[in-house]
């Protein structure tokens, strides 16, 4: 099937249209997406929405960002996804280019977008540990300390003492 | 808009699996401890927002952009 999307037109199978059961924040009402690679923009793809042709966001492998890198699912994400095997889940982290200062790009660590390669399911999960803004250069060691520190902070009263 | 009050120790069950206890109150701050299954997820609202809002500038404005993204990269090569 034919979409038109904010990167042009594309022509899809099915199986390439990965539906967001609850949207993601900021867009809930939008439930399909595809991931576009192109090859001018890479590593960098793209989540583009097949419901608003306004919305395309760039996403990355986080693991290109951050090396030691982890997402834990929830309960409920797996539920969302109907995992049954996580190597089917791949997952991106978007990144956020003020206009005209690439090099202030951003990361988002902390809510990465989960996506089922075999139910084509997806969800953005949000984790307990990472930055929303995790810059992509010049990041030194002095502020991953405060990272880590933001991440106990969240832990201590984000949940009641059981979760 | 349900409005109540609650002691210290004291509880509200949301749902039939969702506990909000009320464990210290203290200069305005008032801690909560929540008792749910896993599968609910519990954000601080700020946190959603955040995220939200987040998402909402990360959308791309235009094709420019785009190309901007190839110097974004020269940067990370760079540094790593």
């Known amino acids: 099937m034919q979409y038109k999307t904010k990167l042009g037109e594309f022509d899809l199978s099915d199986k390439e249209v990965v539906v967001f059961p609850n949207g993601i924040p900021g867009f809930e009402d939008l439930r399909r997406f595809t991931v576009i690679s192109l090859e001018e923009t890479a590593p960098i793809l793209w989540l583009v929405s097949l419901d608003d042709d306004n919305v395309a966001l760039p996403i990355i492998d986080p693991w290109m960002i951050l090396e030691d890198y982890e997402v834990q699912m929830s309960q409920e994400d797996i539920e969302i996804l109907k995992v049954e095997d996580p190597s089917e889940i791949v997952v991106w982290s978007i990144l956020t280019i003020p206009m005209g200062k690439p090099q202030e790009a951003t990361v988002n660590l902390k809510a990465p977008i989960l996506i089922n390669l075999k139910t084509g399911l997806g969800c953005q999960t949000i984790l307990e540990k990472y930055e929303i803004k995790y810059p992509l250069s010049g990041h030194t060691s ?3 300390g405060s990272d880590s520190k933001e991440s106990m902070k969240e ?5 009641g003492g059981d979760q | 808009m349900l409005v109540l009050s609650r002691r210290i120790g004291e ?3 949301i749902g039939d699996d969702v506990e909000v206890k009320i464990l210290k109150v203290d200069n305005g701050v008032v ?7 896993a599968a609910v997820k519990i954000y601080r609202n ?9 998402n909402i500038s990360a959308v791309v ?9 190839k110097e974004v990269f020269r940067h990370v090569d760079k540094d790593r």
């Not at chain 1, 832990?155 to 949940?159: D, G, I, L, M, V």
């Open chain 1, 142 to 144: 002095g502020s991953e």
């Open chain 1, 155 to 159: 832990n201590e009263s984000n949940y």
């Open chain 2, 11 to 13: 509880s509200i069950i």
């Open chain 2, 31 to 37: 801690k909560l401890g929540i008792i749910a299954p």
């Open chain 2, 46 to 54: 700020e946190v959603y927002r955040t995220v939200a809002q987040q």
């Open chain 2, 61 to 69: 404005k235009d094709a420019k952009d785009v190309e901007n993204l």
